[in-house]
């Protein structure tokens, strides 16, 4: 499936705002590129994006996300700017509209994660370069690209694999990370107090969106009922950024859904752990597992790097002049 070049797809010039807004092949064609770059040693990248300018304005605080898109760019010929925090709060200063036309005379690309996910649409929609969501309280496309990048290199494929998310399983990461997987074939079994569980309507647009390809969604308010069988247990934190109003509340009702070894246990034999990081030991996973011989977390991490690449270049060029 991986072993040939990319073609040039029809990404170009479009938006990454959330996952559903791609094809079940545009999706796959993002990730035979991501595998194609990875593979590619960085001199030989060096020409891609070279002129080429992304903005990046985020509401929240960062690690891999920033890095690995400053890393990715530069890497692959073009320039960076970054602004956070009080610099750039979107539709604080203006209107998205306004500032997504000032800053589309700047940059070619535009990256930003949000609170609210509305405001992000309303800039998209009127800037005129691509934009990115480098997370909104909605969604992060981008870690779930490097989450099925992770998943297809660890068992060469993820047409049939069971993932089972375990905590919030209302928050941006599981739905990104949902929606790619039942759109690549695989199925979801999320594990959450009722509180926390997915709406009727996401569960419904789950199965929808993977219906024709062999993908489906279920939810358990059952930890064990929920990992029963996983390839892979996916956790994130139980309090997502900007709602820590909740944090006690989310303890009080998550704990029964920590990924403990035992828990663990009730996985395939050969189930790896995966989160997006950060991370809290004792609190959504035990060190035990995070630190232990189930945890891909880091390649994770690492693949954010590739995956946006494939990002950066499907969106900024048509590949020509690629070495292929
Ligand atoms: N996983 C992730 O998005 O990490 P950062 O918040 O550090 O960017
Ligand atoms: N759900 C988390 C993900 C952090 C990468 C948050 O939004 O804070």
């Known amino acids: 499936m991986y072993a040939l070049a990319p073609v040039p797809g029809p990404l170009f010039g479009r938006n990454l705002l959330t996952v559903d807004a791609l094809s079940a092949g545009e999706l796959r064609s993002l990730l035979q590129l991501a595998v194609y770059l990875k593979a590619r040693r960085p001199g030989e990248q060096a020409s891609l994006l070279r002129g080429k300018t992304l903005a990046m304005f985020f509401e929240k605080p960062s690690l891999r996300t920033r890095v690995s898109f400053e890393v990715a760019m530069t890497q692959l010929g073009g320039s960076v700017v970054f602004a956070k925090g009080d610099e750039f709060s979107i539709g604080s200063r203006e209107t998205p509209e306004d500032a997504a036309r000032v ?17 992000l649409e309303r800039f998209a929609a009127a800037a005129s370069v691509p934009v990115i969501n480098a997370l909104s309280a909605l969604a992060h496309p981008c870690q779930a690209l490097a989450d ?14 069971r993932i089972a998310f375990l905590g919030d399983a209302q928050n941006n990461v599981a739905v990104s990370l949902a929606q790619a ?7 979801v079994q999320f594990g959450s107090p009722v509180s926390h569980r997915p709406s009727e309507a996401t569960i419904a647009q789950l199965k929808a969106l993977g219906k024709p390809h062999g993908g489906t969604a279920r939810a358990f308010s059952n930890a064990v009922r929920a990992v029963r069988g996983a390839d892979a247990i996916y956790t994130d934190v139980w309090t997502s950024m900007g709602e820590e109003a909740a944090t006690e509340r989310n303890r009080a009702v998550l704990s029964p859904f920590r990924v403990t070894e035992a828990l663990c246990d009730h996985a395939a034999a050969h189930a790896v ?15 035990g597992v995070i630190d232990g011989p189930r945890s891909i977390v ?18 900024l060029t048509d590949l020509k002049g690629f070495p292929v």
Not at 273 to 287: D, K, Q, Y
Not at 298 to 315: G, I, P, S, T, W
């Open 273 to 287: 752990f995966m989160h997006c990081l950060p991370a809290h030991r004792g609190e959504e996973v035990t060190a």
């Open 298 to 315: 880091f390649d994770q991490a690492e693949n954010r790097m590739h995956a946006q690449k494939a990002v950066l270049a499907a969106l």
């Open 103 to 119: 800053l589309s005379r700047y940059a070619d690309v535009i990256a930003i994660r949000t609170h609210a996910h509305e405001p």
């Open 148 to 161: 099925m990048l992770t998943l297809h290199e660890r068992f060469g494929t993820l047409h049939g694999l």
């Open 181 to 187: 997987a039942v759109l690549s074939g695989a199925s």
